[in-house]
Every structure is written in C-alpha cells, then in structure tokens.
C-alpha cells in the first residue's frame, strides 16, 4: 500500500500562483509514474501533468507553458508549480502514483479555487 498526501491548495485570484506537494509513503517501487489529475464539479477527472521516475514528463495542453511538475525521488515527493492560474484551473487536484503493475494510489485531494 501507498499512501499519498496533498497540500498547498486554497483560494487565489486569477492570474495567481499556487504550489501543490505531494508526500508519498508506504511500499514504494523505484519505478514509477507520479501524477496531478483534477476533477472541477460535473467533469470527470483529468490528468494534469505525470513525470517519471526517470524524469520524463507529460503536461495536459491546457496547462504547458503554466504549470511545472517535478519530483524528489529521495524524498518521495511530488510539486506541482501553478503559475498564470485561470477560473477554469478550479478543481480538486489528486496526486497519484501508478507503480507499474505494482498498483495504482489516489490521495484524498486538494482544493483549488481560483476566483476571477
């Protein structure tokens, strides 16, 4: 089992910046794929951005160029940096990990509320 935690989400005005974390623990594989998904009210969930245990990352159109992820492999963390941010970047915004077969973990989300 996993265990993931968010934090960092709240209320900002357009044109604001938030940064999300995500601490992870519990039986961790080398391997794999840490992700932000959102879900705004009467959507279904959305992935936002993923990277790899290797570095790779993979950002959703409506975010490049506004949002950075990265990740701390030895701290087992994961940051979501929101810049520019928008009233339709509202949503709850889960962390996620996807260990390859090993299983795949949801936290319990965090609130972003963006007011215009």
């Known amino acids: 089992q996993v265990q993931l935690v968010e934090s960092g989400g709240g209320l900002v005005q357009a044109g604001g910046s938030l940064r999300l974390s995500c601490a992870a623990s519990?039986?961790?594989?080398?391997?794999?794929?840490m992700g932000w998904y959102r879900q705004a009210p009467g959507k279904q969930r959305e992935l936002v951005a993923s990277?790899?245990?290797?570095?790779?990352?993979n950002y959703a159109d409506s975010v490049k160029g506004r949002f950075t992820i990265s990740r701390d492999n030895t701290a087992n963390m994961v940051y979501l940096q929101t810049n520019s941010l928008k009233p339709e970047d509202t949503a709850v915004y889960y962390c996620?990990?996807?260990?390859?077969?090993?299983?795949?973990?949801w936290g319990q989300g965090t609130q972003v509320t963006v007011s215009s």
């Open positions: 996620n990990i996807n260990q390859l077969g090993r299983g795949t973990f």
């Open positions: 990277i790899t245990s290797g570095g790779r990352i």
């Open positions: 519990g039986s961790i594989f080398s391997i794999n794929v």
